[in-house]
């Protein structure tokens, strides 16, 4: 017979897992298309050099979400709703356009990726792809309409599951130099080029929409917890919900570039998505090929769904005007279409959008570290002076690699 501290322990066990998703969601975004021109790239050109850019990310993007799902739990509120309250009219809205900036960054990374891989399966022109990415994404967002944030959460980790295989089915078919990529876990650049694949990978991994959604996710998922047991059990969820989410889409992150560095150094076109299918099939054939863009198709179609959500909360919380998502998918996913109608180079679009919102990330981080280290809002949950000091750490070597970035672009 067992006891009655087993069941106890096994019904609180079964209560937890109940209060897990709104990370899982908000990692989708960290396994964007972008992500793969970014990962792809610097694995082909560099090996396993920048390994280290992706797991210090990684470690970054854990403490930046947990951050971010503690606000919307304490307070009730997102971010952006936050920063709405805070902000004088003018500063309110400049913030917002630097903000519709990354969203729309954002979006073409996801377009693009989305079409990229329809045409690499189907052999549809990529504006066409485009239109049905966009189109398909819109069936997403309506479930979280019609049916509520579980069965959207579902339905996205879900396409989250086929992400990891579809990336990461390749290593098993790869010899992997683990003492090369421990090397790699030694900070250092070699030129110009190497920092700007590294702000393309940090933007891809850290990314600001994320920061933004993940706040209400959480509010939606708890709504305002007042201080109790019950709100510890919550930080407790969300503390292993956030750890879940981020270590799979950093272990996508990591294996993507393991693969390019492993399996495409050298060979020819690898430094677009195009040709690094192409070697893939060649090199591991094509099963593992067809796999290969089976993820990089779920991973466009869940990251323009979280995308989408995330720019209407933004534009909700700082423009108090409330789109919804499937209507501001609609409006964003034009500027995508016409870089895909003129025949931008769509790994060059993935990678520079990456940069772009890499120079966005700072303007998310800040607020989010100023606001979960306030006592008036966060109570005996604010951040305690090792988070503080981890947090502006993190703020502070974006900004110097973002810098960084700038000088050398500008002077050769």
Not at 44 to 69: E, F, H, K, T
Not at 196 to 216: E, Q, W
Not at 224 to 234: H, K, S, T
């Amino acid at each position: 017979m067992r006891s009655v501290t087993s069941i106890d322990t096994r019904t609180q066990q079964s209560r937890l897992f109940l209060l897990l998703g709104p990370a899982f969601v908000a990692a989708v975004a960290y396994v964007d298309p972008g992500n793969v021109a970014a990962n792809l790239t610097a694995g082909a050109r560099y090996g396993y050099l920048l390994l280290w850019v992706l797991v210090v990310a990684n470690i970054m993007a854990i403490l930046v979400q947990y951050l971010s799902a503690k606000i919307g739990v304490v307070t009730g509120r997102s971010l952006p709703e936050l920063l709405g309250m805070r902000l004088r009219t003018p500063s309110r809205r400049a913030f917002w356009v630097q903000a519709e900036v990354m969203a729309v960054a954002t979006d073409v990374a996801e377009v693009i990726g989305g079409a990229l891989a329809l045409h690499l399966l189907f052999g549809l022109p990529l504006f066409v792809g485009g239109l049905i990415t966009g189109a398909v994404s819109i069936a997403i967002l309506s479930v979280q309409d019609r049916r509520g944030q579980r069965s959207f959460e579902f339905v996205v980790v879900a396409l989250l599951a086929i992400i990891t295989v579809g990336f990461l089915t390749g290593l098993a078919f790869t010899d992997v130099s683990f003492t090369d990529a421990a090397a790699g876990l030694v900070p250092r650049f070699e030129g110009t080029d190497t920092v700007l694949l590294a702000a393309s990978m940090l933007g891809a991994t850290v990314m600001p929409h994320a920061i933004y959604l993940h706040s209400a996710l959480a509010r939606a998922r708890h709504g305002r917890v007042e201080p109790g047991p019950r709100l510890d059990r919550v930080m407790r969820a969300t503390r292993w919900d956030v750890a879940g989410g981020l270590v799979v889409a950093g272990s996508v992150n990591i294996g993507m570039l393991l693969l390019a560095a492993s399996a495409l150094r050298g060979r020819e076109g690898t430094d677009s998505i195009e040709g690094a299918h192409a070697a893939i099939t060649d090199s591991l054939g094509p099963t593992i090929g067809v796999v290969f863009a089976i993820g990089l198709l779920a991973s466009g179609l869940a990251s323009t769904a979280v995308g989408s959500a995330a720019g209407a909360e933004i534009m909700a919380g700082l423009l108090h005007i409330r789109l919804r998502p499937v209507v501001r998918r609609l409006i964003v996913m034009v500027p995508a279409l016409i870089l895909l109608a003129a025949g931008v180079d769509p790994t060059f679009a993935l990678v520079l959008s990456q940069v772009v919102l890499s120079m966005c990330i700072p303007f998310a981080l800040v607020p989010l570290v100023r606001i979960s280290s306030d006592p008036e809002l966060m109570g005996a949950q604010r951040n305690l002076p090792a988070t503080s000091a981890a947090a502006w750490l993190t703020v502070g070597l974006i900004v110097a690699l973002n810098a960084t970035l700038l000088w050398l672009t500008f002077t050769g």
